[in-house]
């Protein structure tokens, strides 16, 4: 007995050295992890949180400010929320892809174009669109690629040069293999299309494609229908599976219904099986200003309704362990939106058109301010959405943010949303004076 206890005894000093040598080595690793470098875009947030420049502007983050520099809350989601906060008699969860009225507002609004597009309405009635409510345009991105990494067989994803700076994160995080294909060129500050197309026809058979629907971030270039019909022609030939970003649909136009060009292509080109499947991402973010609503989704569209079927099933078995299901105040918002009881939708349109019109009066401003005579700024004129691309260096960019207290991404990305009557003179004189000297 006193040998078995001895033995016993033994064993466990032995399991308890073995353990903390482990967690030795454990803490070792855990005080080498290196400090990461901030994001690039949030990372000018809080250096000009800390700026104590009173004429500093923060040109970085692309969330609407109005004239005096404030945030908004859309009106007609104050309605919304006040509508909600009178009918809400519980807070429980929702399903893993969300509400079924949000599934089919999401898929009325975008693809059958609140009733004017044949072709989306023939896909919704057929059954081959799988919606999912995720959390806003970021995890709709990271879903599917989440998703393509497991069920699609080639790993390349081909994204424009250049593109949202977290595109490429996103897609390596899941698994996928980013390249890039030419889109603009910088030296000219115009779209690239001949190297675009180019490039595209130039990648490998099958690979996933990254779209911006409109408003192309950064460059707030985008093509026209005649070129769109080209690359399209290009992702058939080639056997592509498109991806669409669309996360500032209405910032084009001030009308959400006439920004969806690309998606009545698709939508018809699904039709006639030229182009069976493809996945749209899609935020409320922007367009009705629910960035921390966090509200967007994923559509999918299938060859066939048993597909869909298939894919929802598997959407919800990724979603799952990921955040369980969706929050529901923003889509609830926009449920409410929608409900034609409500009268809000031609009030939420009327007001996103006032707010597209802000920004483009504001890019007018300051395209009339600058000094022409060094530098031609033609190309601000062409740009459509929240952003400028102003064709500034990195060093440029750095000047204007240590000399003026004026902050960008440094690829010179401007979100015109924070330019003003108040400060629109003080920052064209920056931009003057970094350009001449």
């Known amino acids: 007995m006193y040998k078995t206890q001895l033995i016993k005894s033994s064993t466990q000093a032995r399991f308890l050295a073995v353990r903390q040598l482990s967690s030795t080595s454990q803490l070792l690793k855990w005080n080498d992890i290196p400090l990461a470098p901030p994001d690039k875009i949030l990372g000018i947030s809080e250096a000009y949180n800390n700026d104590s420049n009173p004429q500093k502007i923060n040109l970085g983050v692309g969330a609407y400010r109005d004239n005096s520099g404030k945030p908004i809350i859309f009106p007609s989601v104050k309605k919304a929320e006040e509508i909600l906060l009178g009918k809400e008699t519980e807070k429980e969860y929702t399903a893993i892809v969300g509400s079924k009225n949000f599934q089919s507002i ?125 690359v399209l022609q290009i992702v058939q030939d080639k056997k592509f599976f498109p991806l669409v970003d669309m996360a500032y649909q209405g910032f084009a136009s001030g009308k959400p219904f006439e920004d969806i060009g690309l998606i009545r292509k698709l939508t018809k080109l699904a039709n006639e099986n030229k182009i069976p499947s493809f996945a749209l991402c899609q935020s409320f973010a922007k367009n009705m200003g629910l960035y921390g609503e966090r509200t967007g989704s994923i559509s999918i569209i299938n060859s066939s309704g048993e597909a869909s079927k298939a894919v929802e099933s598997q959407l919800k078995k990724l ?119």
Not at 346 to 358: A, N, Y
Not at 377 to 403: A, C
């Open 106 to 230: 999401v898929k009325n609004f975008i693809f059958n174009n609140s009733n004017k597009d044949a072709n989306g309405k023939q896909l919704i009635d057929d059954g081959r669109i799988v919606t999912a409510q995720t959390i806003s345009g970021t995890g709709s991105l990271r879903v599917i690629a989440d998703f393509l990494n497991r069920f699609y067989s080639n790993k390349k994803i081909l994204v424009p040069k250049p593109t949202w700076a977290n595109h490429v994160a996103v897609f390596k995080d899941a698994g996928l293999e980013p390249e890039f294909y030419s889109y603009y060129e910088t030296s000219k500050n115009d779209l690239d299309y001949s190297n675009l197309k180019k490039s595209l026809t130039a990648a490998p058979e099958g690979s996933i494609v990254l779209l911006h629907a409109c408003c192309h971030n950064p460059t707030g270039m985008d093509l026209t229908s005649e070129q769109w019909d080209e």
């Open 319 to 437: 979603i799952r362990p990921i955040y369980s299901s969706p929050p529901i105040h923003g889509s609830k918002i926009v449920e409410v939106i929608f409900d034609e009881s409500s009268g809000l939708l031609p009030q939420w349109l009327d007001e996103l058109d006032k707010v597209v019109g802000r920004l483009n009066t504001v890019r007018s401003k300051l395209y009339e301010k600058l000094d022409k005579s060094n530098y031609n700024w033609d190309h601000l004129l062409k740009q459509r959405g929240m952003f400028v691309y102003t064709g500034l260096s990195p060093e440029q960019v750095i000047r204007l943010r240590n000399e003026y207290s004026v902050y960008a991404t440094e690829d010179g990305r401007f979100s015109i949303s924070g330019i003003n009557d108040n400060n629109v003179d003080y920052l064209a004189n920056a931009i003057n004076e970094v350009i001449k000297n």
